[in-house]
């Protein structure tokens, strides 16, 4: 065991309170911030357009918005942590999490609910920073990469629980007990965060100052072993995402089904995905990198073409179209973050930041492309993840026959 790896088992150790198991429930409570900040209103969302006497383009931006605001606070509070700490980092940014939510579920019309999911947004990037870089902190090798995997299935069942959830708080109350909840929520983890015990160490925190630390972000997208990867991993974002935000519009609107029906179909999805990091570490882990990422983006074309042919003629088929998708997805999730982490020594915060930015940045362009009113809508989806998956398998093919290197494709 070499030095690093020691570090790590040492502050892995040191939660005195929490414990490693404790620990692990926290990161997986960390991660479960941003499908449980959408998923949980998106049963929501048809009868939002109706109260708010909005467009669905108008009322998604409640989406997009909050992921836009959420990368731009992923880029600042990455580097930030590498500076003050992790905990820092956590502790305020629940702080402004929470009083988002207080706003969101006072809000008095649209435009007041999408000016508090951007601070609610701003909240969740320290959050989720920090969680994804305590992950670095603590854990590396094939054992980082199981742990990436486990902690994205166990946080899977935030979009398994959270529509569902979010169908039943409509029969009791309003949209705005979805976001009461998320207060709830914010709460605890905000206790948590208190109980948590720092796990950057003190010798790995960057000595300079903020405008300093900052500038780490730019050494990180300068190595292009790190950021042209991550920006072809970031492209399998646009059409999922784009999947996450028209479901209900789906589902509710064209073919007809009740909030609860349509939470239903979400949760058995989102359920059945959980499985993908499972499969990905027992059986595919050793399988070849490059041809890895090849073979999954070859299958998304496909998943692309079921949404088209058979995803528009009934609920089954876009659900059985759409498990097979979002089974896939999860599969490339641990596997393009363990990857990206091994092109970078140290700048823990910022390759963290850098990574959850291009997700999320893409995210938001395929949310904000697959909602706007062209054609029929399944087979938008549909047109639109083959499109996308096409351009990602030839970006990877021409990163493959670069003379850039990348540990554990090209070595």
């Known amino acids: 065991m070499d030095k690093s790896d020691h570090a790590r088992v040492l502050y892995a150790n040191r939660q005195k309170i929490l414990g490693s198991k404790g620990l692990l429930a926290f990161i997986v409570l960390m991660n479960m911030f941003i499908p449980l900040s959408t998923d949980l209103y998106l049963p929501a969302l048809p009868k939002m357009n109706l109260y708010f006497h909005s467009s669905a383009a108008v009322t998604n931006m409640t989406l997009s918005v909050f992921f836009v605001c959420y990368a731009a606070g992923i880029l600042f509070w990455g580097p930030v942590s590498d500076k003050y700490g992790r905990k820092p980092v956590i502790i305020i940014g629940s702080a402004i999490y929470v009083i988002s939510c ?34 670095k902190d603590v854990y590396s090798g094939k054992k980082r990469e199981t742990i990436l995997a486990v902690t994205q299935s166990i946080s899977g069942l935030a979009p398994v629980l959270a529509p569902v959830a979010g169908a039943w708080i409509l029969l009791v109350t309003d949209w705005r007990g979805a976001f009461w909840a998320l207060l709830a929520i914010s709460l605890a983890n905000a206790f948590l965060a208190f109980l948590y015990e720092e796990t950057l160490a003190e010798t790995e925190k960057y000595r300079g100052n903020l405008r300093g630390v900052m500038s780490r972000l730019f050494i990180v997208i300068k190595n292009k072993s790190f950021s042209i990867p991550a920006v072809i991993f970031s492209l399998s974002s646009l059409p999922f995402m784009g999947f996450i935000t028209t479901s209900s519009y789906v589902y509710v609107d064209y073919f007809g089904l009740s909030e609860q029906k349509y939470s239903y179909y979400f949760a058995a999805c989102a359920l059945i995905s959980t499985m993908g990091p499972i499969i990905y570490v027992r059986f595919l882990a050793s399988f070849h990198k490059s041809k890895f990422v090849l073979g999954y983006y070859t299958l998304t074309v496909f998943c692309g073409l079921l949404f088209i042919f058979l995803g528009r003629l009934s609920p089954l088929l876009f659900f059985m179209s759409a498990v097979v998708f979002s089974l896939f997805y999860a599969m490339i999730r641990p596997f393009g973050i363990s990857l990206l982490f091994e092109q970078h020594d140290g700048d823990t915060g910022s390759a963290s930041a850098v990574i959850n930015t291009v997700f999320m940045v893409a995210g938001s362009i395929g949310m904000t492309i697959t909602a706007l009113p062209w054609g029929n809508i399944v087979a938008r989806l549909g047109l639109f993840t083959t499109f996308i998956s096409c351009i990602a398998l030839v970006a990877w093919f021409l990163f493959l026959k670069s003379g850039i290197p990348c540990k554990g494709v090209k070595d």
């Open 102 to 135: 207080i706003a969101c579920a006072m809000s008095v019309n649209i435009y007041f609910l999408i000016l508090a999911r951007a601070f609610q947004g701003i909240g969740g990037g320290g959050i989720t920073s920090a969680s994804t870089a305590i992950i």
